[in-house]
Nanobody, 120 residues
Framework: VQLQAFGGGLVQAGESLRLSCVAS???????????MAWYRQPPGKERELVAR???????TYTDSVKGRFTISKNNSKNTLYLQMNSLKQSDTAVYYC????????????WGQGTQVTVSS
């Protein structure tokens, strides 16, 4: 399975972006049963969890993005989305998708991610 994230770019603070991540090579059940998540790695920092689905299908977010970001998915397309509104400079990072938790047999090989750069 290959994870391909796209939709990043250079935007100004306050603007929006919508990221997509396709799990190509995955069959429907492999994608749909996983708790999919978005992660990000800011410059010079460790990768961190941004948003994810729970085992019940609910969504959770790290505090810094609550109310601004929305995670969603389309299981029939093996695609995960992240709608990012009111972007801040602190959101600048490479964004990745993968299963949650980020270890164990459910985790696929990490893709290249997509760069999001927010300017002031």
């Amino acid at each position: 399975v290959q994870l391909q994230a796209f939709g990043g770019g250079l935007v100004q603070a306050g603007e929006s972006l919508r990221l997509s991540c396709v799990a190509s090579g995955s069959i429907f059940s492999e994608f749909s049963r996983r708790m999919m998540a978005w992660y990000r790695q800011p410059p010079g920092k460790e990768r961190e969890l941004v948003a994810r689905f729970t085992s019940l299908g609910d969504t959770t977010y790290t505090d810094s993005v609550k109310g601004r970001f929305t995670i969603s998915k389309n299981n029939s397309k093996n695609t995960l989305y992240l709608q990012m509104n009111s972007l801040k400079q602190s959101d600048t990072a490479v964004y990745y998708c993968n299963a949650y938790p980020p270890f164990g047999s459910d985790v696929w090989r990490w893709g290249q991610g997509t760069q999001v750069t927010v300017s002031s």
